[in-house]
């Protein structure tokens, strides 16, 4: 285990998704916002805080991104440890998350999060029969911010239903439209079954 001093796990100051394009501009591999941000884009606004920035890769991207973002330092995340991880190393297979942290400012200013799949697929982790092409799940913000669709963003909330999930999840409810609706439903049947917002849907 690194010994290399980090802050605490709560020191974020997150950059705004518009801050992360601007930084990703010149990359051409797939990225999107996800999380709470991801629904703020789709609504147009910001509906609530968001403690943390979170946006999604794919595994064989991660050294592009770790060039593009070269000014922070990287650390893993997973079952509750963080751990600096150097220049040259390669995150174990079971590690979904990367922090990255202004090494100036101390604080934590972006969670990348490695998923599976392909540049033309989109596959959720937690359920690998569950996959839809790429372009079907993600939309951009009219000034450029890529962002995972709703269905797919409360696809993940689902399983933990933190208060914020369940405020996400009343907030986007009355906007989805229907075919997202029933893949969400056709999605939660199969990777969370019997699930309260599969009966709401």
Same mark, same amino acid.
């Given at each position: 285990m690194s010994t290399r001093a980090q802050p605490d796990h709560d020191a974020w100051d997150a950059w705004h998704p518009s801050e992360l394009a601007t930084r990703l501009r010149k990359v051409?591999?797939?990225?999107?916002? +996800?999380?709470? $941000?991801?629904?703020?884009? $789709?609504?147009? %606004?910001?509906? %609530?805080?968001?403690?943390?920035?979170?946006?999604?890769?794919? %595994?064989?991207?991660?050294?592009?991104?770790? %060039?593009?973002?070269?000014?922070?330092?990287?650390?893993?995340?997973?079952?509750?440890? +963080?751990?600096?991880?150097?220049?040259?190393? +390669?995150?174990?297979?079971?590690?979904?998350?990367?922090w990255c942290l202004d090494g100036k400012k101390r604080r934590w200013r972006v969670d990348m999060m490695i998923e599976p799949g392909t540049p033309g697929t989109w596959a959720y982790k937690r359920e690998p029969t569950i996959v839809r092409p790429r372009a079907e799940m993600i939309d951009t913000t009219p000034d450029g911010v890529p962002y995972l669709k709703p269905a797919g963003v409360l696809l993940f909330k689902a399983k933990h239903r933190r208060a914020k999930d369940e405020i996400d999840f009343g907030n986007?409810?009355?906007?989805?439209?229907?075919?997202?609706?029933a893949w969400l439903k056709a999605s939660l049947d199969v990777a969370h079954p019997d699930h309260d917002w599969a009966r709401a849907l």
């Open positions: 051409s591999r797939p990225w999107c916002v +996800v999380g709470g $941000w991801a629904l703020d884009l $789709w609504h147009g %606004r910001q509906t %609530r805080d968001h403690d943390d920035l979170e946006f999604t890769i794919l %595994r064989g991207d991660l050294d592009i991104f770790r %060039r593009v973002l070269g000014e922070m330092d990287f650390y893993t995340a997973g079952d509750g440890l +963080v751990e600096y991880l150097p220049p040259s190393a +390669v995150p174990p297979a079971g590690i979904f998350q990367i986007a409810l009355p906007k989805l439209a229907g075919p997202e609706r």
